[in-house]
């Protein structure tokens, strides 16, 4: 079940959501997703590695949704960190948020 994370760009005060764990919106919805959540890049990605796959092997969206469902939710959180959010929460949260996207939670010392 995927947990939902608020995230925040100090430097624009905008707030963006996403998510940690398996994408069940990814599985079940395909490009959709990242649509409504104005990540064009992958949106374009997902539609065409499924339109390609599909046309090779007729019903292999269900297979890229669960790859998808698998790495979407850790791409996008990635993305938004490298875009200068931060997430937002008590420093046991964040900290295993920094550690689902497989990086170093930041020191306190150093902000």
């Known amino acids: 079940m995927a947990q939902p994370v608020s995230l925040l760009n100090k430097s624009t005060n905008e707030v963006k959501k996403s998510a940690t764990g398996f994408s069940w919106t990814m ?6 997703p990242p649509l409504f959540r104005s990540d064009w890049k992958w949106a374009a990605i997902v539609l065409g590695v499924n339109l390609v796959s599909n046309a090779i092997l007729p019903g292999a969206v269900f297979i890229t949704g669960i790859i ?3 790495t979407y939710n850790k791409t996008h959180l990635n993305d938004l960190l490298n875009s200068g ?8 949260f964040v900290d295993s948020v920094y550690l689902y996207a497989g990086r170093v939670p ?3 010392d150093t902000e």
Do not use: C, H, I, T
């Open 85 to 92: 959010f931060v997430p937002q929460g008590d420093k046991a």
């Open 68 to 70: 998808f469902g698998v």
């Open 27 to 32: 599985l079940l919805f395909g490009f959709f």
């Open 106 to 108: 930041p020191n306190e």
